[in-house]
Nanobody, 126 residues
Framework: QVQLSDSGGGLVQAGGSLRLSCVVS????????MGWFRQAPGKEREFVAA????????YYRDSVKGRFTISREIPKKTVYLQMNSLKSDDTAVYYC???????????????????WGQGTQVTVSS
């Protein structure tokens, strides 16, 4: 079993920054891909970014490229999402997810992921 604990959300003004964290525990050896998704009110959950524990490769959705950075700290079993230049459109609940799979284009689909965090609210005021 794999457990994910995501945190770091909050209220920030447009143009500000936040860093989300996701701590992984349990059978971490079976997961290689970590992702961040978000869900705004009345909208479907969407992919934000993904990273591989082993190779460090990354994927990003187009609207966050150049503003968000996903990274991992292997000894701490923690994945981060650094969010800069935040916009009101970034307001959502952000979820950390883990997949028992290798990093491919399938990391963009939530169906690829096997384990999910509880979510952390990010609110960007304009």
């Amino acid at each position: 079993q794999v457990q994910l604990s995501d945190s770091g959300g909050g209220l920030v003004q447009a143009g500000g920054s936040l860093r989300l964290s996701c701590v992984v525990s349990g059978r971490t050896s079976i997961t290689d891909v970590m992702g961040w998704f978000r869900q705004a009110p009345g909208k479907e959950r969407e992919f934000v970014a993904a990273i591989s524990w082993s190779g460090g490769g990354t994927y990003y959705r187009d609207s966050v490229k150049g503003r968000f950075t996903i990274s991992r700290e292997i000894p701490k079993k923690t994945v981060y999402l650094q969010m800069n230049s935040l916009k009101s459109d970034d307001t959502a609940v952000y979820y950390c997810a883990a997949a028992n799979a290798r990093l491919t284009y399938r990391a963009l689909s939530e169906d690829t992921y096997d384990h999910w965090g509880q979510g952390t609210q990010v609110t960007v005021s304009s």
